[in-house]
T-cell receptor, first 120, second 112 residues
Framework: GAVVSQHPSWVICKSGTSVKIECRSLDFQATTMFWYRQFPKQSLMLMATSNEGSKATYEQGVEKDKFLINHASLTLSTLTVTSAHPEDSSFYIC????????????????FGPGTRLTVL | GEDVEQSLFLSVREGDSSVINCTYTDSSSTYLYWYKQEPGAGLQLLTYIFSNMDMKQDQRLTVLLNKKDKHLSLRIADTQTGDSAIYFCAESRAAGGFKTIFGAGTRLFVKA
């Protein structure tokens, strides 16, 4: 099956620092990747849609200057949490949607294992 | 609207069948999904169904879709303790760029 990896799997940082999270599709090309955050015992909330070669589309209420998204290639998207604060502590999950011509089909998202961010 | 609703908890005995229900509001939903999340882990796609289907079966899993009532269910036959997890119902539609909207998740407890 399709594999999406995230790195790091967990990170602890000091308040005010920036943290970069990588999302990679390992055996398929993903024109679109999605970034979610999940608070404890809650559902996933979509933060933004990342399209390769173009600017990300952010959901209402998500600060684009704080959560920088770069989709540099068909297999890599990065989320940078800038000037992180304790309230940014969360589980960040990415998903990748296979390109229409790939063997994976165009209608299925594959999720990464998530990155747990703790800001002290 | 883009609401997806699920009951929060379900408790069953090992060996029994589990039925997790979900309702959604957007009639233009194209794909409906069931994901499983174990503690501290990411999401695992269990199965999905196209909106023009009524039922899909995959080993112990049976998905039923009532498009008229916008109701989706997941039945797990012969539930095992390893099935204990949170199950998320989700919907997406091609017109929305396949943006996926998730329900709050149903926590399934399987008692031995």
């Amino acid at each position: 099956g399709a594999v999406v990896s995230q790195h790091p799997s967990w990170v602890i940082c000091k308040s005010g620092t920036s943290v970069k999270i990588e999302c990679r599709s390992l055996d398929f090309q993903a024109t679109t990747m999605f970034w979610y955050r999940q608070f404890p015992k809650q559902s996933l909330m979509l933060m933004a849609t990342s399209n390769e070669g173009s600017k990300a589309t952010y959901e209402q209420g998500v600060e684009k200057d704080k959560f920088l998204i770069n989709h540099a290639s068909l297999t890599l998207s990065t989320l940078t949490v800038t000037s992180a604060h304790p309230e940014d502590s969360s589980f960040y999950i990415c998903s990748a949607r296979a390109s229409g011509t790939s063997r994976m089909g165009s209608d299925t998202q594959y999720f990464g294992p998530g990155t747990r961010l703790t800001v002290l | 609207g883009e609401d997806v609703e699920q009951s929060l908890f379900l408790s069953v005995r090992e060996g029994d069948s589990s039925v997790i229900n979900c309702t959604y509001t957007d009639s233009s939903s194209t794909y409906l999904y069931w994901y499983k999340q174990e503690p501290g882990a990411g999401l695992q796609l269990l199965t999905y169904i196209f909106s023009n289907m009524d039922m899909k079966q995959d080993q112990r899993l049976t998905v039923l879709l009532n498009k008229k009532d916008k109701h989706l269910s997941l039945r797990i036959a012969d539930t095992q303790t390893g099935d204990s997890a949170i199950y998320f119902c989700a919907e997406s539609r091609a017109a929305g760029g396949f943006k996926t909207i998730f329900g709050a998740g149903t926590r399934l407890f399987v008692k031995a």
